[in-house]
């Protein structure tokens, strides 16, 4: 049996599948598409996408197949080429099966939505521009699918193009992603000119690599993965419909940047100055978006600032040398990140479009199935044990604390895993128990089996992917867990420690007495006053320098001295000379009159 021809084979038949949605209606204007068919089609694809991981799981085999080569000049190939690793065989059927459930979920929630086949179109270009971005093996071809998830995401985000807010948050985006852009793109033009390769698998520097150049790709990363300093495009794009939002941010955009350093990890490998920059960006991402997650009160922005946090995490893990242990964590956290975004669609439907948790409450007896799995998902999150994130998480704190590194980076870690369970307890608290505080004729149905059986499908991966990734996939390069008991349970005991506080904090805000603002409350409130400082202070400033320097230079230099005010002092000065020079002297006149024959004469000859 030729296993690499199946593998292949397979591969491209999962790619091809997924792709006929948007391929025949092109040969035929009798094939049109709809909602079901294309939730089929990814179904279909997840399906096919098994088979290759499953020959991966039992040889280890790997493969790379080139489809085509572009020479556009000499000595320098572009070849088309796939890489079916450890990484893409993985990951392909999670975010397939993560897609499955969004767009199955997306059919109940879009239902009403006049373009609804569009809008699953452009969910279908945004999945199939990620798994392009997964897959590729050629810079050039991960750059293909860099920009469609970019543009993708504008066109998602800005999906209910009426609103002014949802403009300006798909803006937003694509601007914060240009900075990240401009990174990768002196990156990749260093590596043409030193490697004169674009190929992944050729991205091995025979010693330790330039810093500079690595700086481009940390720069993508942090645009790509809202990295801290070009974070606020994460929550602003909670503007997009909740099924935008969920595969947003648990499978396909926010963690195409911790993949590309993932991809390009050889790179980094001996370069401990990136290294430690990588480590420090993630370590302060984390707290800073931990931070601003605990005062939040619209539910979806709560969960997006919990991705920027986790998503800060992956980048710390790359900073610890372990890419595998990153790529383990997005692959367990786009389970429940799903799940949690899906569950919140669902209240948020439910309740005609609130989102404001302290308008909730009581909604475990009346929204039994989307309460339980939002519980389930918060556990996870906070990295309960044997749920999916404790593997990952658990793992990554634990080789924290046995790396040389500085302990700068596992106190803000850790800090900020306090604050994931504070603010996830507080959510499940004020969302699922307590008064009622909803409108009283509200109607509750969350009976519809898209619902149900997406979020319930989601929501077993979140039990059981975190023990069936490690089992069969076990990450490498994991230093050795040999600790006392007391580091081993840090990460536990700094959880509990934050159930423990969030739980407090709740019983002190039920009164209606309004707490006593703060400086660490309104700095969270504020959003570090990030925003105001950013996109208020330095606009205004580069404004107002502008304003100066046109005023000054234009109009006092150019149209006042070389325009009337310039010729009025140039005939000011030519009389003064004219009129020096007629003062009576003969002496004077005669000189001037030999000197203009001279000229004439000298013009002459």
């Given at each position: 049996?030729?296993?690499?021809?199946?593998l292949?084979?397979?591969?491209?038949?999962?790619?091809?599948?997924?792709?006929?949605?948007?391929i025949?209606?092109?040969l035929s204007?009798?094939?049109?598409?709809?909602p079901?068919?294309?939730?089929?089609?990814v179904?279909?694809?997840?399906?096919?996408?098994?088979v290759?991981?499953?020959?991966?799981?039992?040889?280890?085999?790997?493969s790379?197949?080139?489809?085509?080569?572009?020479?556009f000049?000499?000595?320098?190939k572009i070849?088309?080429?796939?890489?079916?690793?450890?990484?893409s065989?993985?990951?392909?059927?999670?975010?397939?099966?993560?897609s499955?459930?969004?767009?199955?979920?997306?059919?109940?929630?879009?239902?009403?939505?006049?373009?609804?086949?569009?809008?699953?179109?452009?969910?279908?270009?945004f999945?199939?521009?990620?798994?392009?971005?997964?897959i590729?093996?050629?810079?050039?071809?991960?750059?293909?699918?860099?920009?469609?998830?970019?543009?993708?995401?504008?066109?998602?985000?800005?999906?209910?193009?009426?609103?002014?807010?949802?403009?300006?948050?798909?803006?937003?985006?694509?601007?914060?992603?240009?900075?990240?852009?401009?990174g990768?793109?002196?990156?990749?033009?260093w590596?043409?000119?030193t490697?004169n390769?674009?190929?992944?698998?050729?991205?091995?520097?025979?010693?330790?690599?330039?810093?500079?150049p690595?700086?481009?790709?940390?720069?993508?990363?942090?645009?790509?993965?809202a990295?801290?300093?070009?974070?606020?495009?994460?929550?602003?794009?909670m503007?997009?419909?909740t099924?935008?939002?969920?595969?947003?941010?648990?499978?396909?955009?926010?963690?195409?940047?911790?993949?590309?350093?993932?991809?390009?990890?050889?790179?980094?490998?001996?370069?401990?100055?990136?290294l430690?920059?990588?480590?420090?960006l993630?370590?302060?991402?984390?707290?800073?978006?931990a931070?601003?997650?605990?005062?939040?009160?619209?539910?979806?922005?709560?969960?997006?600032?919990?991705?920027?946090?986790?998503?800060?995490?992956?980048?710390?893990?790359?900073?610890?040398?372990?890419?595998?242990?990153?790529?383990?964590?997005?692959?367990?956290?786009?389970?429940?990140?799903?799940?949690?975004?899906?569950?919140?669609?669902?209240?948020?439907?439910?309740?005609?479009?609130?989102?404001?948790?302290?308008?909730?409450?009581?909604?475990?007896?009346?929204?039994?199935?989307?309460?339980s799995?939002?519980?389930?998902?918060?556990?996870?999150?906070?990295?309960?044990?044997?749920?999916?994130?404790?593997?990952?998480?658990?793992q990554i704190?634990?080789?924290?604390?046995?790396?040389?590194?500085?302990?700068?980076?596992?106190?803000?870690?850790?800090?900020?895993?306090?604050?994931?369970?504070?603010?996830?307890?507080?959510?499940?608290?004020?969302?699922?128990?307590?008064?009622?505080r909803?409108?009283?004729?509200?109607p509750?149905?969350?009976?519809?089996?898209?619902?149900?059986?997406s979020?319930t499908?989601?929501?077993?991966?979140?039990?059981?992917?975190?023990?069936?990734?490690?089992?069969?996939?076990?990450?490498?390069?994991?230093?050795?867990?040999?600790?006392?008991?007391?580091?081993?349970?840090?990460?536990?005991?700094?959880?509990?420690?934050?159930?423990?506080?969030?739980?407090?904090i709740?019983k002190?805000?039920?009164t209606?007495?309004?707490?006593?603002?703060?400086?660490f409350?309104?700095?969270?409130?504020?959003?570090?006053?990030?925003?105001?400082?950013?996109?208020?202070?330095?606009s205004?400033?580069?404004?107002?320098?502008?304003?100066?320097?046109?005023s000054n230079?234009?109009?006092?230099?150019?149209?006042?001295m070389?325009?009337?005010?310039?010729?009025?002092?140039?005939?000011?000065?030519?009389?003064?000379?004219?009129?020096?020079?007629?003062?009576?002297?003969?002496?004077?006149?005669?000189?001037?009159?030999?000197?203009?024959?001279?000229?004439?004469?000298?013009?002459?000859?």
């Amino acid at each position: 049996m030729d296993l690499p021809l199946i593998l292949n084979t397979f591969m491209l038949l999962a790619l091809a599948t997924i792709s006929t949605p948007i391929i025949f209606p092109l040969l035929s204007n009798h094939l049109k598409n709809t909602p079901a068919t294309i939730t089929n089609t990814v179904k279909a694809s997840f399906l096919i996408s098994l088979v290759p991981m499953t020959i991966y799981i039992h040889s280890g085999m790997e493969s790379l197949t080139t489809l085509w080569e572009w020479k556009f000049i000499m000595h320098f190939k572009i070849p088309i080429s796939l890489k079916m690793d450890f990484y893409s065989l993985t990951f392909f059927p999670i975010a397939l099966f993560v897609s499955w459930s969004i767009l199955q979920f997306a059919s109940w929630y879009m239902a009403s939505d006049p373009y609804i086949t569009k809008f699953f179109v452009y969910l279908l270009f945004f999945l199939i521009a990620m798994l392009t971005l997964i897959i590729a093996n050629n810079l050039f071809v991960l750059f293909i699918g860099w920009e469609g998830v970019g543009i993708m995401s504008f066109l998602l985000i800005s999906w209910w193009h009426g609103r002014a807010e949802a403009n300006t948050a798909a803006l937003q985006a694509v601007l914060y992603n240009r900075v990240g852009d401009v990174g990768l793109i002196l990156c990749m033009a260093w590596l043409a000119s030193t490697l004169n390769t674009w190929e992944i698998q050729q991205l091995h520097y025979p010693s330790q690599a330039p810093t500079l150049p690595l700086l481009g790709l940390i720069l993508a990363a942090a645009g790509k993965s809202a990295q801290f300093g070009l974070h606020p495009w994460l929550p602003a794009a909670m503007e997009g419909p909740t099924p935008v939002s969920a595969l947003l941010h648990s499978s396909t955009m926010v963690v195409a940047g911790i993949f590309l350093l993932i991809r390009t990890h050889p790179l980094f490998h001996n370069n401990q100055t990136a290294l430690t920059l990588c480590l420090c960006l993630g370590a302060v991402s984390t707290l800073f978006a931990a931070t601003c997650a605990l005062t939040q009160n619209d539910i979806k922005k709560i969960i997006a600032f919990s991705t920027s946090s986790q998503l800060g995490l992956m980048m710390v893990t790359i900073g610890l040398n372990l890419p595998q242990l990153a790529f383990l964590h997005i692959s367990t956290h786009a389970f429940f990140k799903a799940m949690l975004f899906l569950c919140s669609g669902s209240i948020i439907h439910n309740l005609n479009g609130e989102q404001d948790i302290r308008k909730m409450g009581g909604l475990q007896k009346m929204l039994p199935a989307t309460t339980s799995c939002l519980t389930i998902g918060n556990l996870a999150l906070m990295g309960t044990p044997f749920l999916a994130g404790f593997y990952s998480k658990d793992q990554i704190i634990e080789s924290l604390s046995t790396s040389y590194l500085n302990t700068w980076a596992l106190l803000l870690t850790l800090l900020a895993t306090s604050f994931t369970a504070i603010y996830t307890m507080r959510m499940t608290v004020l969302v699922q128990s307590g008064f009622v505080r909803i409108p009283p004729l509200t109607p509750m149905n969350e009976n519809n089996p898209a619902v149900t059986s997406s979020i319930t499908r989601l929501a077993l991966g979140s039990i059981t992917a975190g023990f069936l990734i490690t089992s069969y996939i076990p990450p490498t390069n994991i230093p050795p867990t040999t600790m006392p008991l007391s580091i081993k349970m840090t990460a536990l005991a700094v959880t509990i420690l934050g159930m423990a506080l969030a739980l407090e904090i709740s019983k002190m805000a039920q009164t209606l007495i309004l707490t006593k603002q703060t400086t660490f409350s309104n700095f969270s409130l504020s959003l570090g006053y990030f925003n105001p400082l950013t996109h208020r202070s330095i606009s205004t400033g580069l404004l107002g320098g502008g304003y100066k320097i046109a005023s000054n230079l234009m109009d006092l230099s150019w149209y006042k001295m070389l325009g009337p005010e310039g010729l009025a002092s140039l005939q000011v000065a030519a009389a003064k000379a004219s009129t020096a020079l007629h003062h009576g002297s003969t002496k004077a006149y005669l000189g001037s009159f030999a000197l203009s024959i001279l000229i004439i004469l000298a013009s002459l000859h």
